[in-house]
């Protein structure tokens, strides 16, 4: 069953292989897309409807309904920041829907101490030939489909 997976951010969209992180840049965790957000407080969106397995101020994994789950991961290396300037609006376990507000942060403050702000979409564990429709580049807004998953 093919899942539409929407950007959770507003950005530019950049390949994972763009992520100065080897874990993403790699796709050792799965296949995907990243987005350089745009500046300001910013609002992360479900890429998927289904329920939140994973939950972190700076990160969270959607899975759908048919198992396929979803990593988003707002920054890199932003663990370090402890939750700080992250707001989070949904509890583990909770079901969401394909667009809703899920955490509210600011890339600025995360470029501002020193972590990169980009956010890969990563599909956890799939064939990289089962994702399509993946944006070589350009602006986009959250809640924009980014990639199909087959």
């Known amino acids: 069953m093919s899942v539409v997976v929407l950007s959770p951010v507003a950005g530019r969209v950049t390949p994972l292989s763009g992520v100065p992180d ?5 796709a050792m965790v799965g296949p995907g897309v990243a987005v350089l957000p745009a500046g300001g407080r910013q609002d992360a ?6 329920t ?9 994994v ?20 402890k939750g700080e300037g992250f707001t989070l ?8 829907r394909a667009g809703q507000l899920l955490i509210s942060w600011d890339p600025d403050a995360v470029a501002a101490a020193g972590y990169s702000p980009i956010v890969p979409v990563v599909a956890l564990d799939a ?7 993946l944006p070589a580049g350009g602006g986009i807004t959250a ?5 199909s998953w087959d």
């Open 52 to 60: 939140v397995v994973t939950l972190h101020p700076h990160a969270f």
């Open 127 to 133: 064939d990289a030939q089962a994702l399509t429709g």
């Open 22 to 26: 080897p874990v993403f840049a790699q």
């Open 143 to 147: 809640g924009e489909q980014l990639f």
């Open 45 to 50: 969106l479900s890429p998927v409807s289904g």
């Open 89 to 96: 609006h949904v509890v583990k376990g909770e079901s969401v």
């Open 62 to 81: 959607v899975a759908t309904e048919g198992g396929q789950g979803v990593l988003v991961h707002l920054g890199i290396d932003t663990v370090q920041q």
